[in-house]
């Protein structure tokens, strides 16, 4: 039968290529694939398969719907490898499409990493979603690095910046992937030993690499890790876009909810929003439905209450969406949210949340990692800083 979903229905121990890649446990999972650990046999190390649904490989046919993970991972891993910002990107490494039971699918492979951040965030164990600060500069830092290679060297808008895509490469990924093979064997499949199919145990829980009980200390103490941007399956070419509506719909810019040309700063406009929610353990925007507007209505009104401003009516005026949001208002001169303006409440505003619920320490720390937030929180995506600028944000030196 046809199942819905349509993720490849992966086993331990199976072999792909004519047996030059052996799975060996399952690493993770998304709307649009799963992820495995293998063990390329030719080239004696891991790597991780991320074999997208078939309704993925399906959609690659209309160019305009769906992101090509493959070209821009491509032109990451063959621009220019001695540019700071490259190892702060996924490698690349090669392809293949295969015939599953529910349809075709395409497989990228690429290195092995361990840990997403959002990973992080929830198994430290006491159900406090916030990272320390330190921590979260060390991790902005090198995503802004990322970014900047991206951005300026690639030509790609990344799209999809949020904790799931953000994962940490450790020191050495053979010695981690080896000793977690030998201590959790329940999990993975020894490539090295032939089972009958019969006996392969199929595997749906996923698992990262390295999991350990004292992720967040022991990361925060070791600092042997590299953060690395991954995920392209919702990236753009800042000069072709696959489609005009980005981003998960929370961490949405304002741009691109108002119609106008959205480029690389709405990358930048994530940043300022995951920065914010790691350091105070909830979400920065949290739009609802409401009786009397909608969704994106919410979104944009809770944008100016955060940020103590309101739109500013000649951006307004090149935005395709405006009259679906704003309308000419009899009290005031200028555009304004059209039912939202009696409700905000001035004390979601950045700074207070800071000071009310991140573990910075003192007001200085406090008004430091403000203003790197509000220079990410523009408004307007000219004034948003870019990627290379913001590395040198005093907050993070
Ligand atoms: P999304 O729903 O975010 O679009 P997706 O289907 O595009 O997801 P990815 O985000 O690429 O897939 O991968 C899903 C998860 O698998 C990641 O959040 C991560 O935890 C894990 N993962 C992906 N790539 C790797 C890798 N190379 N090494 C280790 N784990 C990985
Ligand atoms: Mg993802
Ligand atoms: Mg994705």
Redesign the pocket.
């Given at each position: 039968g046809r199942n819905n979903s349509g993720y490849y229905p992966a086993r331990l121990g199976q072999s792909f290529e004519r047996g030059r890649l052996c799975v060996v446990r399952k690493?993770?999972?998304?709307?649009?694939?799963s992820?495995w650990l293998a063990r390329d046999k030719e080239k004696s190390r891991f790597v991780?398969l991320?074999i997208l649904t078939c309704d993925a490989t399906k959609a690659l046919s209309e160019p305009e719907q769906r992101s090509d993970e493959l070209s821009l991972l491509r032109k990451i891993a063959d621009s220019d490898p001695s540019h700071p910002g490259f190892p702060h990107n996924?490698a690349y490494l090669d392809f293949f499409d295969f015939l599953g039971p529910h349809g075709s699918h395409r497989c990228v492979i690429?290195?092995?990493?361990?840990y997403?951040l959002n990973?992080i965030r929830r198994h430290k164990g006491d159900g406090d979603l916030r990272v320390q600060p330190s921590l979260v500069k060390c991790v902005v830092k090198q995503v802004l690095k990322g970014l900047e290679y991206l951005h300026d060297v690639c030509g790609i808008v990344h799209a999809?910046i949020k904790h799931?895509?953000i994962?940490f490469r450790p020191a050495d990924i053979e010695a981690v992937a080896t000793h977690e093979l030998a201590t959790k064997p329940s999990m993975t499949y020894d490539c090295g030993t032939e089972l009958r199919p019969s006996t392969i145990p199929v595997v749906s829980q996923a698992l990262?690499?390295s999991t350990d009980p004292l992720i967040d200390d022991k990361i925060i103490k070791e600092r042997d890790f590299v953060v690395v941007i991954?995920?392209f399956?919702?990236s753009h070419w800042r000069h072709r876009h696959f489609q005009e509506i980005i981003q998960p719909s929370a961490l949405r810019a304002p741009e691109v909810i108002l119609g106008y040309k959205w480029d690389t700063p709405a990358d930048i406009w994530n940043v300022g929003c995951i920065v914010t929610e790691l350091l105070v353990g909830s979400w920065l925007f949290e739009p609802n439905v409401e009786k009397h507007w909608g969704y994106e209505e919410d979104h944009l009104a809770r944008m100016t209450e955060a940020l103590d401003c309101s739109f500013d009516v000649d951006f307004l005026a090149k935005c395709e969406h405006r009259n679906k949001f704003f309308q000419p208002s009899g009290v005031y001169s200028d555009w304004s949210l059209a039912h939202f303006e009696k409700h905000l409440e001035p004390t979601r505003q950045i700074d207070d949340l800071l000071r009310s619920y991140s573990l910075l320490q003192d007001a200085s720390q406090i008004k430091a990692a403000e203003r790197f937030i509000l220079r990410c929180l523009r408004l307007i995506p000219g004034e948003r800083t870019t990627a290379k600028e913001l590395a040198d944000d005093p907050w993070l030196a």
């Open positions: 690493l993770g999972w998304g709307q649009y694939s992820v991780a991320k996924i690429t290195e092995v990493l361990g997403n990973y999809d799931d895509n994962l990262p690499l991954s995920d399956g919702h």
